[in-house]
């Protein structure tokens, strides 16, 4: 008895077995857009409920052998290729040219985001569109367009160009 008693109270006493918390709910998808970089590069950013972003990148047809940095800061969210790292250092690139948020952010994105342009109307019945464009260095160095127009008689138009054209500083 003595030998019973001492392994009973050697026992553990039983306790239930624990759970695990429950995981939290996965970051729900709020945007994908698709960037078009001065390399040529197209990074699809895609953006997360929690605030989060990821970032991929295909390189150019042309660009072989290059790899890619991706990195945040606050709400930066930047996708670096490697041939231009030496370029940054050195001062003779601005970084922002790899800011995929802020590209997005001003309606640089291939057509995903879009910005109303100022309408002037001229006195022959014609409308002049007024394009505002940032610093090309805010800018993946294209601007797309999209027109949606109907006339008096019901005829109507709905175009989109993605990169219409190209952007350059002016010194």
Known sequence: MTVATMLAAAAPAATQPEVPPAAPPAAAVLAKNTVTLVTGDV??????SNGDATATVRPASDRHN??????????ALYAIPSDAMSLLAAGKL???????????DSGYDDGGTWTKVDLVSLNNGTVRAIVHHP????????????VKATDVAGNSIDQTL??????????
């Open 162 to 171: 993605i990169r219409a054209y190209g952007l350059t500083s002016v010194d």
């Open 94 to 104: 601005d970084e922002e040219l790899f800011n995929v948020r802020a590209l997005v």
């Open 43 to 48: 990074v699809d950013l895609t953006t997360l």
């Open 135 to 146: 610093a090309v260095a805010n800018t993946s160095g294209a601007v797309s367009l999209r």
């Open 66 to 75: 290059v790899s890619y940095a991706t990195r945040k800061v606050g709400e």
